[in-house]
């Protein structure tokens, strides 16, 4: 029997701050979920924008 082990070098940092700040926004600040879901729309674009596809 195996076990599936998640690969450090296959996290995508950009993707992984992303996710840290919307959960915090969201639990810590009592931001709205609408809220946080179009400010992580807003900068996924804004980063794909200027740094391309990932």
């Given at each position: 029997m195996t076990v599936?082990?998640?690969?450090f070098s296959s996290v995508n940092i950009p993707?992984?701050?992303l996710t840290t700040a919307a959960?915090?926004?969201a639990?810590?600040?009592k931001v709205g979920m609408?809220?946080?879901l179009v400010a992580?729309?807003?900068?996924?674009?804004l980063y794909e924008t200027?740094?391309?596809l990932v």
């Open positions: 599936d082990v998640p690969v993707s992984l701050v959960v915090i926004a639990f810590r600040f609408l809220t946080v992580c729309s807003v900068l996924g674009i200027i740094y391309g």
